[in-house]
């Protein structure tokens, strides 16, 4: 088994001013060896500052500021260079607004043995979503049917955004060629880690639904996932057909 490292959780923040410390508290308490870097987009309702005074009083808190909002991936894309520079063996995603909670990171943890990417899941048996409006459960549950069936992409929840890296999984996936901006970035990892033949392990999570802030979920974000996954399917579909005729 591949010893865990030094570990760093990735927080994407867009006005998370409500929510910044209450998450950093948790997740410094739940597990304290664990480092956090917060990548704020100048986010207007101060989050970047509040962000900037948990690091003054905590080593373990870095925070990148982005000039504007460019999306969920291009944060993480962001934050994922700064840890790999930063040397760790382990890099995790996490929201800033408590649907993933701190105290279920161990979890995640514990089941990293030899896989590339455990993900917390909330569509294994065990895993749940509480407080969601159904239109946002058939959404999750519709895009995961659809991934699986585009892509074969193997896995029961492939946009969840609770997970963590081995640093050799992100290395291996060629992150500068990544081009999704919005939440679809969650679902072209897991794709590309799958595709490189690493391990990818489910465990269940708990997805509890923000009581504090707004969800940045929107219509141009629904429409980059649909319109990157169709064109990933045909893609490959165009693969499959030329190597077929070949045969
Ligand atoms: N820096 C930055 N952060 C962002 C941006 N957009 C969203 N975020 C941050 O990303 C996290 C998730 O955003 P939410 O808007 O709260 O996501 P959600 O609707 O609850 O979506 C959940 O479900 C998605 C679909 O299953 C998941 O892909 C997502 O990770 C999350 O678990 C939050 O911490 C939010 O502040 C952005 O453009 N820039």
Redesign the pocket.
């Known amino acids: 088994m591949t010893p865990i490292g030094r570990v760093v959780v990735v927080?994407?923040?867009?006005?998370?001013a409500e929510n910044i410390a209450w998450i950093v508290g948790r997740l410094r308490a739940a597990q304290p060896e664990v480092d956090i870097i917060v990548?704020?987009?100048g986010s207007p309702d101060g989050t970047g500052a509040i962000a900037d005074g948990l690091a003054a009083a905590d080593r373990a808190v870095t925070v990148v500021h982005?000039p504007a909002?460019?999306?969920?991936g291009?944060?993480y894309l962001h934050g994922f260079r700064v840890a790999l520079a930063g040397g760790y063996d382990v890099i995790g995603e996490m929201?800033?607004?408590g649907?993933?909670q701190p105290e279920q990171l161990d979890r995640l943890l514990a089941a990293l043995g030899d896989a590339d990417l455990v993900i917390g899941s909330r569509w294994v048996p065990g895993g749940s979503v509480v407080n969601w409006p159904l239109r946002r459960e058939l959404l999750?549950r519709g895009g995961n049917l659809y991934v699986r069936m585009l892509l074969g992409v193997r896995v029961h929840d492939a946009?969840?955004?609770?997970r963590l890296f081995r640093r050799a999984a992100l290395e291996k996936i060629d992150l500068a060629s990544v081009q999704s901006t919005g939440?679809v970035f969650?679902t072209d990892l897991v794709a590309r880690v799958l595709r490189s033949g690493m391990v990818v392990r489910e465990v269940p999570i708990e997805?509890v639904e923000?009581v504090r802030g707004d969800?940045?979920?929107s219509g141009a974000v629904a429409a980059e996932s649909l319109r990157r996954i169709t064109a990933w399917g045909l893609r490959e579909r165009a693969r499959q057909v030329r190597r077929a005729l070949q045969r």
């Open positions: 927080i994407p923040t867009y006005n998370e990548v704020d987009d982005r909002k460019a999306g969920l291009a944060a929201d800033a607004d649907s993933h999750s946009t969840a955004g609770f939440y969650q997805f923000r969800s940045k979920m």
